[in-house]
């Protein structure tokens, strides 16, 4: 895949996005709807850590200090396409006098760069993106309500009602399986505890493959127990201390149709 494919394939997500219209821009497309400018690569191989560069990282976190912006970070390689929130905290930095001048063209010319490596660990991809996104859809047309995605250090959504008053957040969690196969329910302590601080309704949404089970944090009761994933490279919370939520009458179910 090149850029402009990928470009191209990105709109399905962000209908308004505009190509940059300089040749050497520090961000390959903006969306005006979402406030996000977005930096795009190509990558001919797979790579558990993926480089970006310190200028355009200071780029895009500098418009998102200065208007609001967020910042992304899309990279596609032979294994799916990868996308980092900019607003994370990232590693060190690292000065290389033999990198190579160009990414994805023939120039073999060498140049000093600044770079850190991003694990593949802190990116979502943008299947896991979609599939989110459709399950906080799916929840607030119950209401006819609406939605806006919070920063990667906060919990997913605020919750709006048809009035556009807040009245709630929500943490959506991705669950590879169909609604009976689901239980038990996972979720990470820390997110929990970050979206009960938020008090207002604090709601979990479990996004399955043929729909979404939900639940308002009080009323459900589980176990907390250590678990996670199998640790990736790179990664420092796949294993980590969780809330496991076994079937009970406060959970509620939508089909997708």
């Not at 977005?38 to 850590?49: P, S």
């Not at 990282?57 to 998102?64: A, F, K």
């Not at 957040?169 to 979720?187: F, G, N, W």
Request: with cysteine.
């Amino acid at each position: 895949m090149n850029e402009q494919k990928l470009f191209q394939y990105l709109k399905k997500y962000w209908v308004d996005l505009e190509g940059s219209k300089e040749e050497t821009s520090r961000y390959d497309c903006y969306s005006k709807s979402t406030n996000t400018r977005i930096e795009l690569k190509c990558r001919r191989k797979h790579y558990d850590t993926l480089i970006i560069e310190k200028g355009k990282y200071n780029y895009l976190l500098g418009r998102h200090k200065n208007h609001g912006e967020i910042p992304l970070y899309i990279n596609s390689t032979p294994k799916g396409i990868y996308c980092f929130d900019l607003r994370q905290e990232v590693g060190d930095w690292i000065t290389d006098k033999r990198m190579p001048k160009q990414t994805d063209f023939e120039n073999n010319n060498r140049i000093q760069k600044t770079y850190c490596l991003l694990p593949l660990s802190q990116a979502i991809t943008i299947s896991d993106m979609e599939k989110k996104k459709k399950a906080i859809k799916k929840f607030v047309d119950v209401f006819g309500g609406s939605f806006k995605k919070l920063g990667a250090n906060d919990v997913d959504y605020k919750v709006f009602d048809k009035d556009n008053s807040l009245v709630a957040y929500a943490e959506v969690k991705d669950r590879t399986c169909v609604l009976s196969q689901a239980y038990p329910l996972p979720i990470a302590i820390p997110k929990l505890v970050k979206l009960c601080d938020k008090r207002l309704n604090p709601v979990v949404i479990w996004a399955c493959d043929d729909g979404i089970i939900y639940a308002k944090v009080k009323d459900i009761y589980g176990d907390i127990r250590w678990g996670g994933r199998k640790p990736r490279k790179g990664a420092v919370n796949d294993e980590e201390l969780m809330a496991y939520y076994d079937k009970q009458r406060a959970f509620k179910y939508i089909r997708y149709s």
